[in-house]
């Protein structure tokens, strides 16, 4: 059995680290709606927008509208897209420890053990 | 060799993670917590132990993992059998043991999927055991075939459904044993599939629908979201709900249409073929799946047109509100609107609206996909009313599916009912339900019609279980026909029908078998389920029993004389009275049609067919053949559990000049319906289509006789609560017989002298004080004042 739980730690368990943060990454981003945000990064917020009149008068002050209605929407994406951003990365990060700590897992319990015992 | 090897490593360890279970998951990660926390605090507080009780943390981590990943559904590879086998298998098959395919079922056994199995299919587990081989050389078919199942449903894994499968489909006795129950191979493959598509919806993940910036380039939709609902947003917070029809013809239909560019659908489809259902598919799909420009993101919003009609006060509010819903719709750029009904849109009236000239101007613009269901009919009315409109609208017809396809999503509305009732609805409850909805619910198409009946069953659930029985029960109580098997007393009752008729009928012996081996067969399923129980044509003269039988088979099988459908065909002598006939109840209530939709199990008589004009008569060679009508509304009524009898005078005199030759019936049969047709009295085609021509002939004295004793126990029934009976010498009743015999007229004006004879004297000795309670009357021919 313990043969058993060893193969699998440095075998498929590891393995399966890899997969699972690829995974946790894709959902993520998927959750974010980064590829929308992206492509629709300088629309106007929720489309309210206002249609410009005959004059040139309205013409300006629709145009002026629509920006800030544009602006509002770039804003509130760009902060999503870096919050995006940090998470995706804190995310990788903790994959890569996680990466990197698994195969460790087994003689770090063992030297605490140790280190433990030979205090006494 | 056994296929599979119970002591690889793979099972070893699927055994394993049954031992150590969710309780020791959760044990050994609350133990990895207590002493991770510990330790730390230990470590923290710089105590020599802390260093140890982290280690040991680690530890306990490891295990838990393994078990959380690897031991409690243990990863298949593909290869081998032992590699395929489900979790469920390797758990519940013990190594060291011969398995045989007996063995194999009883390991199997208490697995939900084996129950699942033998439930649906409503057939004993122990039986099953009982009638499968226990010679361990078997068992290599049953694998194989088991693997062939799963690779068949592209399924890696080798599953006890996959097992269960293969061990009834390979044992010739369990063969037999299922045909007893009416159930074939094809069948325990419907229901291992059905068990697969629980299996997979099990598995299946939540879909990705887009993320929380996905409507954030669209606008808001407040009041589309007060008069409609939102299907879409319904999908995405409930889940997956209309997988099978995700990716069927009339989805792909609806999306083609608007990826080329047309701005609305007419959805067109009977009731119950499922076009809300469609609809609401289209929504998961365009949800689910990468889209063209035209769908991408587009939520399908349902307009409710009650709350719209009854939302608008004043003249004008109705223009107004659809107007601003449209704008809104168009406006927010992500929206797709569902018109259910669609003729409540399309028709001013209570609770609907004419709503096209404000759909017009959008429909042409393709501003906003929209999509109207609507029945073939609602179709037909809208572009004999608005051809405009309706030119403007790409039809996507919706068809009824293949047995097999019907079926399965009727078993999934079942699993669906099964869930919310707590019950088992069997396969052959299923089969049941399309064939009888099939024949009966002839308004609606499938698969509605059999889910509909389905339902319809609910009530009929014997200990928790819907079978064939209780659709049938169903259909019974909601029809008033005779679906499932005679039972014993019904077929006793079959079997001295003769006898029971004859009570109340005094010979025509050959016309009273004829109908009666018709009701028999019919009953025992041996006859065309696709006609009538029985068509009969009744020749003779007037007064013989034509009509007489009739009432008796409608009083002693149908069990109701005042239930017979009865039409005088002499009040059907114009052109214009197939209109009469065909009526959908509007301008006639009790049109033929009618009356038999309302009452399908009946006995039609059609008295003097002969004076119905020849349309009618045309009519009635479809009736035969067929065993429908359509009504002028375009629905079909069904025929297929009426007896329908025609009589008619016409050759009377050559019938009665026949027997008074001497002749038997048998022997001027032939003879006499060739008479007929060269006459031109029948064509040869409606004769042709009638099961039997029945020929009465007149009545002797004798039976005549008989049949004043008959009318005599009539008068004593009504006299009964009066406490008085009444008796007739045979004297009388030849006196009655000489005066009432009327060689044209047959045993009609019996009753008449009966009347006069016997109900006057009776009537006058009660005034008269001359008969009282408890008295007992016998009168001889002196008595009569005839």
Known sequence: MLFSLFGWWYGAGWAGTVRSTRRRLASLASMFSIAILLRTLFSPWRRIITYPGAGIDAKLRAFGDNLVSRCVGFTVRIFVLLAAAVSLVFLSLIGLIELLAWPLAPILAAMLIAKGLLAL | ?786
Not at chain 2, 320 to 337: C, P, Q, R
Not at chain 2, 340 to 361: C, H, K, R, V
Not at chain 2, 568 to 595: C, F, H, W
Not at chain 2, 763 to 782: M, S, Y
């Open chain 2, 1 to 786: 060799m056994n296929g599979f090897n119970l002591d690889a490593a793979r099972a070893r360890k699927a055994r394993l993670g049954k031992v150590i279970g969710n309780p020791g998951y959760l044990g050994l990660l609350t133990s990895a917590a207590v002493f991770l926390l510990g330790g730390a605090w230990l470590v923290a507080m710089e105590h020599k132990y802390g260093y140890s009780l982290l280690g040991i943390g680690i530890l306990l981590t490891m295990p838990a993992a393994w078990w959380r990943f690897e031991l409690s559904d243990t990863p298949v590879r593909g290869g081998d059998l032992t590699d395929r086998l489900s979790n469920d298998c390797l758990i519940a098959l013990k190594p060291g043991v011969t398995y045989t395919p007996a063995r194999l079922w009883q390991g199997l056994q208490r697995n939900w999927q084996t129950n699942f199995i033998t439930a649906h299919l409503f057939i004993d587990a122990g039986a099953i055991q009982g009638a499968l081989s226990d010679d361990p050389a078997q068992l290599g078919i049953v694998l194989q075939e088991a693997q062939r199942i799963a690779d068949n449903s592209s399924s890696i894994t080798v599953g006890v459904g996959h097992i269960i499968t293969a061990l009834l489909r390979t044992s010739p006795a369990v063969g037999q044993l299922l045909s007893q129950f009416k159930l074939s191979t094809s069948d325990v493959d419907a229901v291992s599939a059905w068990l697969g598509r629980i299996l997979d919806t099990g598995k299946q993940k939540t879909d990705n629908f887009g993320g929380i910036g996905r409507d954030w380039a669209s606008g808001f939709t407040p009041r589309l979201n007060q008069f409609g609902h939102n299907v879409s947003a319904n999908i995405e917070r409930h889940g997956v709900r209309f997988r099978a029809l995700v990716d069927s013809p009339g989805v792909h239909d609806m999306k083609a249409a608007f990826s080329q560019g047309t701005g609305a659908i007419a959805l067109i489809g009977p009731d119950g073929i499922g076009k809300t259902s469609h609809a609401y598919a289209l929504a998961q799909n365009v949800l689910a799946e990468a889209q063209d420009r035209m769908l991408e993101h587009r939520q399908i919003i349902a307009l409710d047109a009650s709350a719209i009609v009854s939302a608008a006060q004043r003249p004008g509010d109705l223009e107004y509100l659809l107007t601003s819903l449209l704008n809104e719709a168009v406006h927010a750029g992500n929206i797709m609107l569902f018109f259910d009904d669609a003729e409540l849109f399309f028709q001013a009236g209570p609770g609907s609206m004419n709503a096209t000239q404000i759909l017009l101007p959008i429909v042409q613009a393709r501003s906003v996909p929209l999509i109207f269901a609507m029945t073939p009919h609602d179709y037909e009315q809208l572009r004999a009313s608005n051809m405009a409109f309706a030119g403007q609208l790409t039809p996507v017809v919706l068809k009824e599916q293949p047995e097999a396809e019907t079926l399965t999503v009727v078993a999934d509305a079942a699993t669906n009912f099964e869930t919310q009732h707590h019950i088992v609805i069997t396969y052959q409850a299923i089969k049941a339900a399309y064939r009888l909805s099939g024949r009966y619910e002839t308004d609606m198409g499938y698969p509605g019609k059999a889910i509909h009946l389905l339902e319809q069953s609910l009530t009929h659930a014997v200990n928790q279980v819907i079978t064939e029985g209780s659709v049938e029960a169903a259909i019974e109580q909601t029809r008033g026909v005779k679906a499932g098997a005679a039972a014993p007393v019904e077929a006793d009752q079959l079997l001295h029908l003769e006898d029971a008729i004859h009570e109340r009928m005094i010979n025509q012996k050959r016309a009273v078998e004829v109908v009666a081996s018709a009701l028999r067969r019919a009953r025992a399923g041996v006859s065309n389920p696709n006609r009538p129980i029985g068509s009969f044509l009744f020749l003779g003269p007037t007064g013989v029993g034509k009509t007489e039988l009739a009432k008796a088979i409608a009083a002693t099988y149908f069990s109701n004389e005042a239930g017979m459908i009865r039409l005088d065909m002499s009040e059907y002598q114009q052109p214009t009275d197939v209109a009469r006939i065909l009526s959908d109840g509007k301008e006639e209530a009790n049109s033929l049609l009618m009356q038999v939709r309302r009452q399908p199990f009946s006995v039609v008589l059609l008295d003097e067919i002969e004076k119905a004009h020849p349309n009618i008569l045309n009519l009635l060679l479809q009736l035969l053949d067929e065993g429908q009508l359509t009504d002028t509304n375009g629905r079909s009524v069904s025929f297929k559990d009426a007896v329908v009898i025609a009589t008619s005078n016409a050759g009377a005199d050559s019938i009665r000049g026949h027997i008074e030759a001497g002749e038997q019936l048998e022997q001027f049969e032939q003879a006499f319906t060739d008479e007929l047709i060269n006459s031109g009295q029948f064509k040869p085609e409606l004769l042709n289509r009638f099961d039997e021509i029945v020929l009465f002939r007149p009545l002797t004295p004798d039976e005549l006789a008989q049949v004043v004793r008959l009318m005599l126990g009539g008068i004593n029934q009504t006299l009964a609560t009066q406490n008085i009976s009444v008796e007739l010498t045979e004297a009388a009743i030849a006196k009655i017989v000489a005066v009432g015999n009327d060689p044209r007229l047959g045993a009609r004006p019996m009753r008449r002298a009966l009347q006069k004879a016997v109900e006057n004297t009776v009537a006058e000795k009660i005034l008269r004080g001359e008969a009282k309670p408890g008295d007992h009357l016998t009168l001889d021919a002196a008595d009569l004042p005839i």
